[in-house]
């Protein structure tokens, strides 16, 4: 859905009609059902992106518990990918000099343009939040 586009007031968001004389000249939508259309698409759309990250993100913790459970260290991202490991899809980032470390839920890991490495799982993770959790820039 396209917020960006600029059309004329006097117009219907949902159908694109003009909207009649005599409503509201702030009226965005011609009638009530165009504006339910409207509304309804952007709760579906944003749903559908809601389920899309948590099965990227439920994806990468799998790959990466297998990893810890395999004692695997350090891994090829190219490999990872290979996998379905969608990189860009993590619960924090904390940017260092040489390399990013992310943390996807309670696992941690340190990653470079070509490896993930340091994979760790968290300590007390889903216990009360400490600084260990908060991201610093
Ligand atoms: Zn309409």
Redesign the pocket.
Known sequence: MDYEVEISSSH??????E?AYGKRSDSK???D???N??HNRAVSAMRHFREKSDRALEKNHRILEELLEEGVNTMDLSLLLSQGFQAEYVTSVIRGRSSLTMSCYDIQYRMTGQKIFGIRRLRGFGEKRTNNYICKK
């Open positions: 219907c968001l949902e159908c694109g009609d909207i939508f011609c009638s059902r165009c504006k259309r409207y």
